[in-house]
């Protein structure tokens, strides 16, 4: 089965920096998109950044300048480079896989990994 296994988070002061990892077994990796999303109690989740399979990136406006996606097909590992944290960065971070299957195409979730940011 599709797993995936994020690690990285914390406890962080404000302006410091964390680099996410999102591990996945039970996939072509290279075939799939990647993403990393975040949700906090009482806000919708929302896409941090994400990497296509191609390479294509994209950012949420309140992390570009600051973070960096990034994967490494060989280890079928993405990352997810936070730097100058903010408070407003608190939140579960969920590595997302988006497959592409003979049905169409399938995502699958992480459990997530905390991220804390103390002011």
């Known amino acids: 089965q599709v797993q995936l296994v994020e690690s990285g988070g914390g406890l962080v002061q404000v302006g410091g920096s964390l680099r996410l990892s999102c591990a996945a077994s039970?996939?072509?990796?290279?075939?799939?998109?990647m993403g990393w999303y975040r949700q906090t109690p009482g806000k919708e989740r929302e896409l941090v950044a994400g990497i296509t399979s191609a390479g294509i990136i994209n950012y949420a406006n309140s992390v570009k300048g600051r973070s960096t996606i990034s994967r490494d097909n060989a280890k079928n590992t993405v990352y997810l480079q936070m730097n100058s944290l903010k408070p407003d960065d608190t939140a579960v971070y969920l590595c997302?896989?988006?497959?592409?299957?003979?049905?169409?195409?399938?995502?699958?979730w992480g459990q997530g990994t905390q991220v804390t940011v103390s002011s």
């Open positions: 039970g996939l072509i990796f290279s075939s799939a998109g």
């Open positions: 997302n896989a988006d497959v592409p299957t003979t049905r169409g195409r399938t995502r699958y």
